[in-house]
């Protein structure tokens, strides 16, 4: 995977760097029993009041149906493409398999088309593979972890991630997350191995306003150029610098930890993630 950059014949062009689709996507339209329609909200809820402000417009988009839970075990499936999705930074990987079926994954590094993975306890852990991490060897590099058993990958599936199997304890897997942080997932959990690709998704610049309005994001108005009944920091007579930095609820916006100290699940974590 490489970026291209561009001559700076435009102001847009000029800090333009975005990714290369030629040599990487193999497919341009989409399997179409697994796609659906997918509506745009605006930042509307059901009653048609804006909830999420700085949102609406953008492109159409249509949702491919990503097979998260890999439970088609000791099916042998073939990699028939790997295509662009336009709802992740990830790429995904069309699978025929051999009893008929087709399913999406996300697409790791080294994936390639006419490649043959599998899913289940006694497959070889191999790039592309999805087992128990029971079954996977200690200091393997692993992405689309489950966090409870069948419930499907939570963790680790945006472009270039990846966490690492550290260690076992009992009836738990010590896993190392990509923000830093190291906790305990069930033996049971599923993972699948390799590194997400795409990863030089980072490295992409959007150039101009106009491409984040294509993604369906609309310009964010600043708290200090409010007025005081808008936001906190809003007001005063020529430039603030607007007091201590806060949300429009009020909440302070730097520092302040909003994770509930009671939450069950943190008996599960070893160490917290690295500022």
């Not at 048609?48 to 000791?74: A, E, M, P, Q, V």
């Not at 049971?188 to 993604?215: F, I, M, P, Y």
Request: proline residues 6%; hydrophobic residues 30%; charged residues 25%.
């Amino acid at each position: 995977m490489a970026v291209r950059k561009f001559k700076p014949t435009t102001p847009g062009q000029r800090h333009k760097v975005i990714g290369v689709f030629k040599g990487t996507i193999t497919a341009t339209t989409p399997e179409k029993s697994l796609t659906v329609g997918k509506r745009s909200t605006g930042g509307r809820n059901s009653s048609g009041h804006l909830s999420t402000r700085y949102r609406g417009g953008g492109h159409k988009r249509k949702l491919r149906l990503i097979d998260f839970k890999r439970t088609n075990d000791g099916v042998p499936a073939t990699v028939k493409s790997i295509e662009y999705d336009p709802n992740r930074s990830a790429r995904i990987a069309l699978l025929y398999y051999q009893d008929g079926s087709k399913a999406y994954i996300i697409a790791p590094n080294g994936l390639e088309v006419g490649q043959t993975v599998m899913s289940g306890a006694d497959v070889a852990p191999e790039v592309g593979n999805t087992l128990p991490l029971s079954a996977i060897p200690v200091g393997t590099l692993i992405h689309c972890i489950e966090l409870r058993p069948g419930q499907g990958a939570s963790m680790a599936r945006s472009a270039g991630t990846f966490a690492q199997l550290t260690s076992r304890e009992g009836d738990y897997a010590i896993i190392k997350l990509p923000s830093g942080e190291t906790r305990k997932v069930l033996l049971t959990c599923r993972a699948t191995v390799g590194v997400v690709g795409n990863s030089d998704h980072a490295l992409e610049q959007s150039g101009k306003a106009g491409r984040s309005r294509w993604l369906g994001r609309r310009p964010h108005n600043r708290g200090v150029v409010m007025n005081p009944v808008d936001h906190p920091m809003g007001g005063g007579e020529g430039r603030q610098s607007g007091g201590h930095p806060r949300s429009r609820t009020g909440l302070y916006a730097k520092g302040l930890k909003t994770r509930s100290p009671k939450k069950h699940s943190s008996k599960y974590i070893i160490e917290r993630r690295k500022k």
